[in-house]
């Protein structure tokens, strides 16, 4: 059976602290049998992260980590580098969103992403 969970971040609250936002949600994917981020919504000042539950027998992966982080550019084309230069360092883009006119984004990270070709 699927399950799915919305959490509520506070943009502000990652702008204050990012490394404890970013944990929050890994933690919030650890609980029980686990859970996936599979993309974001950002409404106003408010994000909410879609969380797929795992069944207790899908073995969530345990070491999967969250990363809320800004890029360093508002450009388009310098947007784009940056994700694929994430990507191919072993993080994935699960969503995007705005603080003010500064993009940030979440991004996951898993055990197995040194294995991206």
């Not at 940056?82 to 990507?87: L, P, V």
């Amino acid at each position: 059976m699927r399950r799915h969970k919305i959490v509520k971040v506070d943009i502000r609250d990652v702008v204050v602290d990012p490394a404890g936002q970013s944990e929050m949600i890994s933690a919030a994917c650890r609980r029980g049998a686990g859970a996936t981020a599979t993309g974001l919504c950002q409404v106003g000042d408010e994000v909410f992260v879609s969380l797929e539950m795992f069944d207790e027998d899908d073995g969530a992966e345990s070491s999967v980590e969250y990363a809320f982080s800004p890029f360093r550019s508002e450009n388009a084309d310098e947007v784009v580098a940056e994700m694929k230069t994430r990507f191919f360092s072993g993080f994935s883009l699960v969503g995007g969103f705005y603080v003010g006119r500064a993009p940030w984004g979440l991004f996951r990270r898993s055990p197995d992403a040194a294995e991206v070709e």
